[in-house]
């Protein structure tokens, strides 16, 4: 398969860029949001638009009423909300959520997809227990109670958890912490009795929980896919969540590069344009190729993803680390190459410095991913 | 099963019958490969076979047509012959730069004639070809180069030095940049080809710092070349030029094909293990760069087919390609310890790791520099200003 879009994705891609630029431009959406101190962090009224465009059933089965498309057509969502860092629960809900409930049984699908498909439900992700993402452990527990579970523990970096209707959450049922077996994922509603959420405002103005679960009870039916054979499913869930926060990076990558190119093209000193040093110009240069091949690696990692390759694992992770640390070099160098403005407010490139800072740390950084990259290889 | 799929099977199957054991370990340099031409000698009789296999089934230039030596292979097909090729650890039955850099600018400017000959002759590995491009005073500013062709009515008489002539020594024929008009800069040069053996043609070898001598100096006193071995129109020698430049670029980068670029964690780790974790994470980080490049590569391949690479864009690739080749060689030294240090030792084979790791050092300049195609890049994609 050739590595670009086919006629259908670029139409797609047409489509969705014009949309997100109509609707979620940053001085309509996050700008708006953050300055209102927004607690959802994100638009309803713009997600149920999401779901009329039929975005948010992308990676949804046909037989589940979704398009059943895969994770180059998500890429081509995630990108362009990247690009105007358009605060969304797509990736969480559209994304990871509907990659996990594809493992589900046809009760939970019920209860969840619809809402997804109409715009009106947003799942969260509970993985992560400490302040970097460690998935290989995990130690909150999940005990038989009756006809259900009682859960036990703790989450962190919940992206929409307080806003979410449920929470993807990867418990251990059996085993110690970090076993490979003896996990199973939960579809827990919000606000099961027990648990407890300490929603924090992150540096991209984003809305994150802590949450605990203090002998939370939830139904049998609320286990997606085997208890205690979960790992198939969370790694599965990570790879979507991962590639898509590659795809995510690469618009973010690319839309501080093009507003730092335009500035480079307007911005005068000692009398002529600052785009016209060699100094400058050797730097946009070496970025321009270095966010062409994160591009490149992200549509590669997609299509093998979707193809259901054995090297998908392996090449998530590349692409993750290799747009991670793309778009960390494109905001050091904007906010750079922008001199003094780049530090105000008023400017945008200091938002785009601060969501790449958020979406690198998110299911794994980049020294994660190369460190699994050689883990992977045998090294 | 789809045409393609067939169509693979079928590479499959000829590559796993007709490709010699041999020819499926990595080429260990650039002496190790089968360069073709008058006076070449093959290493064993496998390199032999294998040449005249694929040439026997136009699979040393399988996208060019029939008629030309090559097999006619779609662009699909043929990266289905590449990825099978991959598959299998197949070497390149030719390595040539009549293949890289000539044959496209012929595809492109040679006449009806002149395609049938030359790029026959390109296909089936008769000719080794040279490029004489740069000249002692013109290195990155090589429009400003000296070597003169007089007009003699049917034939031009030569006169000038080029250097940096890669196995000019070795080589049968040379196409060479030759100004033909002392007055106009870019539209005063044209596009020559010429026999090494032609009366008044020496080279000498330049010794490099890896010891070797890849490169020669040329000089050409009074050498007669016919008026029908021009490409393309006189005085517009530039535009073949830079066309040629853009595959030359795109082949230095490593773009499809090459294995030189492939991921070295596994590899290191195997021959003698990596002794601590900030080498194993800078190895781990080249892996990662290295993958991704590869995968530049490939879409740049794909995308070029359709018309839908950003012209320029090889100047790019040669650039990253480049610099990620010598940031390997690095890697490869600092595994290998004091033993990558032997410089004429059987254990290394007469220090193949350190004049390896040297040779690479002239990756970022021939060709261009990195800091040439830099300009490039901001001039011709991100449109700077007074780039």
Known sequence: ?379 | MSDLEAFRAEIRAWIEANCPPEMRAPVQDEDDACWGGRNFVFKNEAQKTWLERCVAMGYTVPDWPKAYGGAGMTAPQAKIWREEMARAGARLPLSSFGIWMLGPALLKFGTEEQKVHYLGQIARGEIRWCQGYSEPGSGSDLVSLQTFGEDMGDHWVVNGQKIWTSYANKADWIFCLVRTDKANKYQGISFLLFDMTTPGVTTRPIKLISGNSPFCETFFDNVVVPKHQIVGELNRGWDVAKYLLGHEREMISGAGGSDRLNAIGAVINRNGGIDNAVLRAELAQFDIDALAFAAMGEKFLDEAKVGKAHPAQPNMMKYAGTELNKRRHELLMAAGGSTALEWDSPATRGGAPSRNWLRTKANSIEGGTSEVMLNVVAKRILDLPGA
């Open chain 1, 1 to 379: 398969m050739p590595l670009y879009h086919t006629e259908d994705q670029a139409m797609l891609a047409e489509t969705v860029t014009g949309f997100i630029a109509d609707n979620g431009a940053i001085r309509g959406q996050l700008r708006t949001l953050r300055d209102a101190g927004d607690a959802a962090g994100y638009d309803p009224a713009l997600w149920k638009q999401f779901a009329e465009m039929g975005l948010t059933g992308i990676l949804v089965a046909e037989a589940d009423g979704g398009l059943g498309l895969g994770h180059v057509e998500a890429g081509i969502v995630l990108r362009e909300i990247g690009r105007n860092l358009t605060p969304s629960p797509f990736l969480s809900t559209a994304v990871a959520g509907a990659s996990a409930l594809a493992a589900a049984s046809d009760d939970l699908k019920g209860r969840y997809l619809p809402g997804i498909l109409a715009g009106e439900t947003v799942l969260a992700l509970a993985i992560d227990e400490a302040p970097k993402h460690r998935p290989e452990k995990i130690a909150l527990r999940a005990e038989r109670a009756g006809n259900g579970f009682r859960l036990t523990g703790a989450k962190s970096f919940v992206v929409h958890g307080a806003s979410a209707d449920a929470l993807i959450v990867a418990a251990r049922t059996s085993g110690s912490d970090s076993d490979q077996d003896g996990i199973t994922l939960f579809a827990v509603p919000r606000d099961a009795a027990g648990i407890g959420h300490n929603a924090v405002r992150l540096v991209d103005s984003a809305m994150a929980s802590h949450v605990r679960f203090d002998g939370v009870e939830v139904d049998g039916g609320t286990v997606i896919g085997e208890v205690d054979g979960g790992r198939a499913v969370l790694d599965r869930v990570l790879a979507a969540g991962r590639v898509g926060a590659a795809a995510e990076l690469t618009g973010v990558g690319g839309g501080a590069f093009a507003i730092t190119t335009a500035y480079l093209k307007t911005r005068k000193q000692f009398g002529r344009l600052i785009g016209e040093f060699q100094a400058l110009q050797h730097r946009a240069a070496h970025l321009y190729g270095e966010l062409e091949i994160a591009d490149a690696v992200v549509i590669k990692a997609q299509q093998l993803l979707d193809g259901g390759s054995a090297q998908a694992d392996m090449m998530v992770s590349v692409a993750k680390a290799k747009a991670s640390r793309t778009t960390n070099l494109a905001v050091r160098e904007g906010v750079q190459m922008h001199g003094g403005v780049g530090m105000t407010d008023e400017y945008d490139i200091g938002l785009y410095m601060k969501r790449d800072r958020a979406l690198a740390e998110f299911l794994g950084d980049a020294t994660y991913h190369a460190d699994r990259v050689a883990t992977l290889s045998g090294y």
